[in-house]
């Protein structure tokens, strides 16, 4: 799955700590597997839909309807239409890209595009609302929801319109606003999140299918909960917009508006329409660590998963990342070598400068120069550290991630370089130098996989959070 951006690097990719940390990553994107999830969670039997052990009646349903947005939304639909066998009469779900294969019988595939919502993305949204609009009581709306909702599912309100979204939301991203505060700007400057979709679905049913990509998985988060009621309020909202000192008229003007009463605030818990909805997880972050620990186990070296909730400063958490490593590498704690670190969440980054990179590149950075300044690791240790996407998309490039061996920064030559990308925020041109720079073991420029560089999938197919690795090896 994940290809290093150096020649020859297949034969490179089946030993040492680079070759397991990129095995881990590709194994924990495949656990989860949208899918693979919605096959192993979603069962017919004779008393009705049963998710994840909790079962839904049939009897008196005489329309069942599967609406969704997010990337690999059309596996979670494929998998629903499959495990219904010919109960599904219609649907439509929206994707960046659609997989290609997917199944997924009466229920058509839009396109949309993330992470900054487009005209498309709109007129899907509105074949989706009004497919639930139409829903009766008889009626059974199964909605799948993954990560990259938030921007798949574009419905501005009429005074925001799609330029103001548009605007608003790439403010947010580049002043690393975390998932949470962008989306509670998005839920109330929308027509179908924070809970709006199941309203506009009442009095249907609807039971939520989710791949979350959130740090914590809360329902309200994923996707900006179209189909949960909303903790969230316009004042919160509008405290977003201070904190980050983002310019958004229109936005700001909705939002004050809300926050005055004269635009409804987003449903509570309390109203009606999720008195009967079910809402259930089938995949995130969690699962695609629990592959990441099976390979490395699989491999003879001991994990140890430090958190699934890492949030903060990219470069910052790989230094710390990092640091951890080394301790391991030296005093055998927290876990022994041979050995695997994994962790997931989502870091963010502060855009002030105009290269390429993501979250997730800068991560691979930060840890690489705190390798090369800290103190010396043991000789006899092989180190690398890895990070992805598990979309296959790092930020706004074409990379998934990186991967850094534990000399990949030794030299000065290297890490001013590294510090300067760093802060022009632009990790991916450091990376691409690096790996057409770096010398093979015969000193053929490209021919070998030591350094490291960037990771390529292209789209995964899945969306669980980043996922990042640090193994501990034998030389």
Do not use: W
Not at 124 to 153: D, K, N
Not at 360 to 389: K, S
């Amino acid at each position: 799955m994940f290809e290093l951006d150096t020649v020859g690097r297949d034969a490179a990719l089946d030993a040492g700590a680079v070759g397991a940390a990129v095995a881990c990553l590709d194994a924990g994107v495949e656990r989860a597997d949208p899918a693979r999830a919605t096959h192993e969670a979603v069962a017919l039997d004779a008393d009705g839909l049963v998710v994840d052990g909790e079962r839904y009646a049939l009897a008196g349903v005489d329309r069942v309807v599967v609406v969704g947005a997010g990337k690999g939304a059309d596996r979670v639909a494929a998998a629903l239409v499959g495990a219904l066998d010919g109960r599904v009469d219609d649907g439509v779900v929206i994707v960046d890209e659609p997989t290609d294969g997917a199944d997924c019988g009466p229920v058509s595939v839009r396109v949309g595009d993330h992470p900054v919502p487009s005209e498309r993305g709109v007129e899907a949204a509105r074949t989706v609302r009004e497919m639930v609009e139409s829903a009766g009581s008889s009626t059974l709306v199964l909605a799948a929801i993954t990560g990259g909702a938030s921007a798949l599912l574009a419905a501005p309100a009429e005074a925001v319109g799609l330029g103001a979204l548009q605007d608003v939301t790439r403010s947010l991203l580049d002043a690393g606003a975390s998932i949470d505060e962008v989306n509670a700007v998005r839920k109330h400057a929308s027509t179908v999140k924070g809970g709006r979709l199941a309203i506009a679905a009442a009095p249907a049913r609807v039971v939520t299918v989710a791949v979350s990509d959130v740090v914590g998985d809360d329902p309200a988060v994923i996707g900006s909960g179209p189909t949960v009621a909303d903790g969230t309020t316009f004042e919160d909202a509008l405290d977003v917009l201070s904190r980050y000192d983002v310019d958004a008229p229109a936005v700001r003007a909705h939002l004050e508006a809300g926050a005055a009463g004269s635009v409804p605030e987003t449903p509570s818990p309390d109203d009606s329409a999720f008195d009967d909805a079910g809402y259930h997880v089938v995949a995130s972050a969690r699962t695609a660590v629990a592959g990441a620990v099976a390979e490395a186990e699989r491999r003879g070296l001991e994990p140890a998963v430090l958190s699934t909730t890492v949030t903060g400063e990219a470069s910052e958490c790989g230094a710390f990342h990092a640091a951890v490593g080394r301790e391991a590498a030296t005093t055998g704690s927290p876990v022994d070598p041979p050995a695997v670190l994994v962790s997931a969440g989502e870091t963010t980054v502060r855009v002030t400068g105009d290269g390429r990179g993501g979250p997730n590149q800068e991560f691979v950075l930060g840890a690489g120069l705190a390798l090369a300044d800290g103190p010396r690791l043991p000789a006899e240790v092989d180190v690398a550290v890895a990070a992805v996407d598990t979309d296959g998309r790092d930020g706004s490039t074409d990379a998934a991630g990186a991967v850094l061996a534990r000399d990949a920064l030794a030299s000065p030559d290297r890490r001013e370089p590294a510090r300067d990308a760093l802060a022009r925020n632009d990790a991916t041109g450091f990376l691409e130098t690096l790996a057409a720079n770096d010398e093979g073991p015969d000193g053929d420029e490209g021919g070998s996989t030591r350094l490291g560089g960037l990771l390529r999938s292209g789209a995964t197919g899945t969306n669980a959070n980043d996922l990042r690795v640090v193994v501990v090896d034998d030389r």
